[in-house]
């Protein structure tokens, strides 16, 4: 099988260090076998995505020598597929409209004193999961905002265990650490773990390879390609490179960018080592 990889950087900053490993780590294992290097913009979240931040990524990954193969794919451009996707599941009766504000969710949250956290912070405790259809849809007719949210123990009740490999190792998923997840928002036609499965499934992604900080979002991710008939590709997660600190690098820290790399005078080569030796590859 031929090996497909992507990048898939969300342009809401510069590349850095940890970034551009993940582009090369990406490109490389394609490289090494033969196979292809897919761009993907995840470009959903309009409040913080930025053109000038996806044209310094692009001019980055084009300096770095990482090219990629085929059309950019650009995740503002396929609200189509997110709204069929979402369809579907609804059809299945597997998802439900949530009012919540965010902030009403906070509350909820902090009255209950005990508040689970899962992967992506606290867990939805799953208010509106009980109100009757016929309400619900008398809400949508008055034009109250709502998200749409995956009822994940009964998509769980319909797939049974899933499972997925991480090299040859096999992880069973546990997408309830999760709670009910955002599919789609009325700002955004499809989440992030939405629109990853239905973009990885559509560019024939065989190999999924991305930040150890992912590793948990592919349990609720491996659970969406199940309910959606998707394949599961493997994946591969690597370490992250870390600043001297040991902290997370953030995106606004210019100690670490690759322009800065770049115009003090470093060759691609020398980028691409200091995040191996961080990794401590070297
Ligand atoms: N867009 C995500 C990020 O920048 C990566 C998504 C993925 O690789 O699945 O963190």
New binding site residues.
């Given amino acids: 099988m031929d090996i497909i990889t ?5 342009p809401t900053g510069p590349l850095h260090l940890g ?1 551009a490993y ?1 582009a090369w780590f990406a490109w490389n294992a394609a490289k090494e076998a033969g196979g292809r290097f897919l761009l993907r913009i ?1 470009d959903l979240d309009q409040g913080r995505a930025r053109p000038e931040f996806e044209a310094a990524i692009l001019d980055d990954l084009r300096w770095l020598g990482l090219d990629w193969d085929g059309p950019i794919i650009r995740q503002s451009d396929r609200s189509a597929a997110y709204q069929s996707a979402l369809d579907h599941l609804s059809a299945e009766g597997l998802t439900y409209p949530c009012f919540c504000t965010r902030r009403a969710i906070a509350d909820e949250i902090a009255n209950a004193g005990a508040a689970p956290h899962g992967p992506d912070g606290p867990i939805y405790p799953g208010t509106c999961r009980t109100i009757p259809k016929v309400d619900a849809a008398a809400r949508i007719h008055d034009g109250e905002a709502y998200a749409v949210r995956l009822d994940t123990a009964a998509a769980i009740a319909r797939t049974g265990a899933i499972r997925w490999r991480e090299g040859s190792n096999a992880i069973t998923a546990v997408p309830l650490q999760f709670g009910d997840i955002v599919l789609s928002r009325k700002d955004a036609p499809g989440s ?1 773990h939405l629109a ?1 499965v239905i973009d990885d499934a559509a560019s024939g992604v065989t190999l ?1 390879t ?2 150890s ?2 590793k948990p ?1 592919t349990d609720i991710q491996a659970l969406l390609q199940r309910l959606l008939g998707l394949p599961t590709p493997a994946y591969r997660h690597h370490r992250l490179v870390l600043s001297a600190d040991g902290q997370r690098l953030a995106k606004r820290a210019k100690s670490a960018s690759i322009a800065e790399r770049r115009e003090a005078g470093e060759t691609p080569d020398m980028v691409l080592e200091a995040a191996k030796r961080q990794l401590g590859e070297h």
Avoid: C, K, T
């Avoid at 992507?6 to 969300?10: D, E, G, K, V």
């Fill in positions: 992507r990048f898939a950087p969300s970034s993940a995840e992030y990853v999924v991305r930040g900080d992912l979002a």
